[in-house]
């Protein structure tokens, strides 16, 4: 039997969170293929400003055109269904009058994506629909893990401290994106009074910065493997269930003030616009995956609680 890990399914799984996962696998797998064709066309655009024959950088404009519009006709897919859950998120925030985690996500899309389409339609300006395709995949991957994380919690007991942390990373989260929205929205309009070709890009890599993935899943990951770490060691297989909980804790703070700290370094070269809003985009993701691995280390069965079982039936 297969070792339980941190997103193993829970035993417990109803229909509607299979379904929930099977939906969230099938828009990231495709995300993702729509992020690969996006990049592979985005290509010729990246060699525009070099030094060639006036011939060939008319034909080189010619396949940007073509290109710009192909990579429009896969996005519409990628925005309209694979980022669902974002629109849907965004709306019944903003209906209860609150900012919720989907807001940036969904300003930052839009922020991308109908310049883009502007800009294709007019044959004029830049288009960020690689920049799209890599911040909806990687956002999709970075909830995949936290939706298999919070499911890897579910009808698990949690005490008044593991609530308490959850609400902790919560509230950091909201503050968190508040303080994004309104930090890209005064950078954008300075960036538009000063450097307007600009004002798009530093604006959407902020909004790409302000999802807080890495922030929401930091609790939830470290619980989740926690709960695998249990498994894994048996029902008398503890050795010290306090060391357990110590260190999920110190792994969720870490979790925690690890991926602020990461985005704090990260706004102000944003802001300065030394950061492209792919790029913001893989930082978001790796932000994501870092604190996945360091919850991981808990399932390791190195650390003094686990495999108690096994030291006690090893002969003397």
Do not use: K
């Amino acid at each position: 039997m297969r070792a339980p890990s941190l997103f193993t399914p829970p035993p417990n799984m109803t229909d509607a969170m299979r379904s929930a996962r099977r939906h969230m696998l099938a828009r990231t797998g495709l995300a993702w293929l729509v992020m690969m064709q996006v990049m592979m066309l985005a290509f010729p655009g990246y060699l525009r400003h070099g030094a060639r024959a006036p011939d060939a950088q008319q034909s080189l404009e010619q396949a940007i055109v073509l290109m710009n519009w192909l990579s429009l006709v896969l996005c519409v897919p990628l925005v309209l269904y694979c980022a669902w859950p974002v629109w849907r998120g965004a709306c019944r925030a903003l209906s209860r009058r609150r900012i919720g985690m989907d807001v940036p996500v969904a300003l930052g899309i839009l922020a991308a994506f109908v310049p883009s389409v502007v800009a294709t339609w007019r044959d004029a300006g830049e288009v960020y629909f690689d920049s799209v395709s890599m911040f909806v995949a990687f956002l999709l991957t970075a909830r995949f893990l936290e939706t298999c994380a919070r499911q890897a919690l579910s009808g698990q007991p949690h005490d008044s401290r593991d609530a308490e942390l959850l609400r902790s990373a919560d509230r950091l989260a909201f503050w968190f994106v508040c303080i994004q929205i309104l930090l890209a929205a005064l950078v954008g309009l300075y960036w538009w009074n000063v450097q307007p070709e600009h004002a798009v890009a530093v604006t959407v890599a902020l909004l790409v910065m302000s999802c807080p993935c890495a922030l929401s899943m930091s609790v939830p990951a470290a619980l989740a493997a926690r709960h695998a770490a249990r498994l894994r060691a048996g029902e008398d297989g503890l050795r010290d269930p306090a060391a357990l909980d110590r260190a999920m804790r110190r792994v969720a703070r870490q979790n925690l003030h690890g991926s602020l700290a990461w985005h704090l370094l990260m706004a102000p070269l944003a802001a300065c616009g030394w950061v492209q809003p792919w790029v913001a985009a893989i930082t978001m993701l790796l932000s994501s995956l870092a604190v996945a691995a360091n919850a991981w280390r808990l399932t390791r069965p190195a650390g003094g609680w686990a495999a108690g079982r096994q030291a006690a039936a090893q002969p003397v």
